[in-house]
């Protein structure tokens, strides 16, 4: 069974940065493509970025592009999420989400593992 724990979410003012950091358990990381989705206030479950195993390809979410960066460390068994340029409309609460796919995916259905969640809050 695939655990994921996230951490890293806190405050921050609009422009600036914040680093999620999600830990995977129960199999190795390489084996696994993995996403970080976020659910705004009201608002569906997005992706916001995705990366298949073996670093192949990747996914990024329009409203992230240019800002946010998704790297894995599979040596840690660890996915990241570097969120910069920060505004008040990425206040959200931010899940990693695991699978054994073949490459990234942005449909939250497409992955069968997933974290509790992080709390970010960007205020202008």
């Known amino acids: 069974q695939v655990q994921l724990v996230e951490s890293g979410g806190g405050s921050v003012q609009a422009g600036g940065s914040l680093r999620l950091s999600c830990k995977v358990s129960g199999r190795r990381s390489s084996s696994l493509a993995l996403a970080w989705f976020r659910q705004r206030l009201g608002k569906e479950r997005e992706c916001v970025a995705a990366?298949?195993?073996?670093?192949?390809?990747?996914y990024y979410a329009d409203a992230v592009k240019g800002r946010f960066t998704i790297s894995r460390d599979d040596d840690k068994n660890t996915v990241y999420l570097q969120m910069n340029t920060l505004k008040p409309e990425d206040t959200a609460d931010y899940y990693c989400a695991a699978d054994l796919l073949s490459g990234s995916s942005w449909l939250a259905s497409s992955y069968d593992y997933w974290g509790q969640g992080t709390q970010a809050t960007v205020s202008s």
């Open positions: 990366v298949s195993w073996g670093n192949t390809s990747t």
